[in-house]
């Protein structure tokens, strides 16, 4: 094997493993609410919070870190998110301003005492936790939800807010019902709630704010459980603020308290969905590689039934995945979903013609080298959104960590698959065509689809014409 062709063997599998890891190492909770429906109709509550924990070795204590977007289409109204399943002792962040005053949105850290008026949090409340806003600032965005110019013709304005609340174990949580800030906890209660129609004359962190509708859900206030302990970095330097996912509801959260024995449901819309993708990532597509690589006569007929199979599993799960979006394909998961499937029905494509063209000119072409690249990526590619959407599902350490150790293992089991079969045809060749072929054999490792090896190689005599173009694959016999 030349070494060229084992760098660069290397750097695409190395460079996908470093990807994989990345993946895994992000630790996702978000929790939203998609309620807006534009300025000229009556919508819900729209929210999205993140949040990070980081276990902080100085002060022996976990900081919380808290992204959050807000979106209306006026300047009434407020929105909150607080710790606990009560106001009384929740630490909350109500947002609420004026977006075309040039002024920030305002961020006020309150707490109540009981169903009352929430109050501007002092140091002695605290007990030892302290907030500080890190971001606060006003975007405007058009109706497919990129962003523009802020004016009041504006489709929606976001408020987005990130804060960090440091030593936030020690916030007291005072009152019955409410919940400390614990870092390890499973499913932490938390509460939302908003006003859609208050006029808020004196900007103001302490300013008076109208209660919320009384009635539970989209109608003024509901609740959510957050998996804390899948946010926790015990990094020694904290982690960065939590991105805000788009399109995405929940990630580590849930609308009812996180039972994790209970979480899997056999015949539920994301289990089929993963199943299926699995299946065609882990286990068929990569039979598909072994069949062509098998020698046997029917190599080429095993290769494509098998990857139509896979084909059909992973259009299967993608339509599953399109009905379980409901319209939304703003996250990378759904969208490199989307990209994948799309571009199978391209690869099938450019699998034919390489081999219709191949049995014409015995020798590679740009569509034969297209279709080899386009597999290689699209197992990359598939792997590592396999990976991602374990992790937006909040799938345990373990499973996420077992999952890519097969995925190496069939990187490395099927890249010396390819090595194996070209030593073994290399050294069946006679001398005299050794010479001729070692350029086609460079690059071939992993190649998705290429069935000129076998194919040629099984071809007798009488299947040759005498004016047939000059097979690299086979020497000429003598006359």
């Keep these: 094997m030349p070494r060229s062709a084992i760098n660069r063997v290397l750097l695409v599998w190395i460079t996908a493993i470093i990807y994989l890891f990345g993946i895994i190492l992000a630790k996702p909770v978000q929790y939203c609410k998609f309620g807006y429906k534009g300025k000229e109709e009556h919508g819900d509550v729209d929210f999205c919070m993140a949040v990070a924990m980081h276990e902080n070795r100085s002060s022996n204590a976990y900081d919380m870190y808290l992204s959050m977007t807000v979106t209306r289409g006026s300047d009434l109204g407020w929105t909150a998110v607080g710790t606990g399943s009560v106001m009384a002792g929740s630490l909350m962040t109500i947002v609420y301003g004026e977006p075309l005053t040039g002024e920030p949105p305002v961020v006020s850290i309150r707490t109540a005492a009981a169903h009352h008026q929430p109050k501007r949090i002092t140091q002695e409340q ?49 009152g019955r019902g409410s919940s400390k800030i614990s870092a390890t906890a499973t499913s932490l209660p938390w509460i939302w709630a908003w006003n859609e129609d208050q006029e808020i004359s004196a900007l103001s962190d302490d300013a008076h704010l109208n209660g919320h509708r009384h009635r539970r859900g989209n109608g003024g206030w509901g609740e959510f459980y957050v998996n804390m302990a899948q946010s926790l970095s015990t990094a020694e330097n904290p982690p960065p603020v939590p991105v805000i996912r788009p399109g995405v509801g929940t990630l580590g959260t849930s609308d009812t308290p996180i039972d994790r024995s209970k979480r899997f449901s056999l015949f539920s819309n994301g289990t089929i969905h993963g199943f299926l993708m699995g299946m ?12 062509m690589r098998s020698q046997s006569s029917k190599s080429f007929k095993y290769h494509w039934i098998i990857q139509l199979v896979a084909s059909l599993c992973t259009g299967a799960g993608a339509i599953i995945g399109i009905i379980m979006s409901r319209g939304s394909f703003n996250s990378p998961h759904q969208v490199a979903g989307l990209l994948v499937s799309g571009v199978l029905g391209l690869q099938a494509f450019l699998g034919w013609r390489h081999h219709v063209i191949f049995l014409r000119v015995r020798h590679r072409t740009w569509i034969s080298h297209a279709h080899i690249w386009a597999g290689r990526l699209i197992m990359i590619v598939g792997w590592a959104n ?47 065509a050794s010479e001729l072929w070692q350029g086609e054999r460079d690059g071939e490792y992993f190649a998705v689809g290429e069935d000129e090896e076998t194919e040629m190689n099984d071809m007798g005599d009488h299947d040759k014409h005498e004016s047939s173009p000059y097979d690299p694959m086979l020497p000429r016999r003598s006359h």
């Design 386 to 432: 396999f990976l991602s959407g374990m992790v937006f599902v909040a799938t345990g350490p373990f499973w996420v960590i077992l999952v890519s150790a097969i995925i190496v293992g069939e990187i490395v089991g099927l890249t010396f698959w390819v090595w194996t079969c070209n030593r073994r045809k290399s050294r069946k060749a006679p001398p005299e």
């Design 126 to 174: 605290a007990g030892g936790a302290e907030v500080r806003v890190l971001q606060a600032e006003w975007r405007a965005i058009d109706e497919d939800r990129t962003l523009a110019t802020l004016s009041s013709s504006s489709y929606a304005y976001v408020a987005e807010v990130s804060l960090v609340c440091y030593s936030c174990n020690l916030w007291p949580a005072k």
């Design 280 to 291: 065609a990532f882990l286990v068929v597509f990569p039979l598909g590689v072994l069949a």
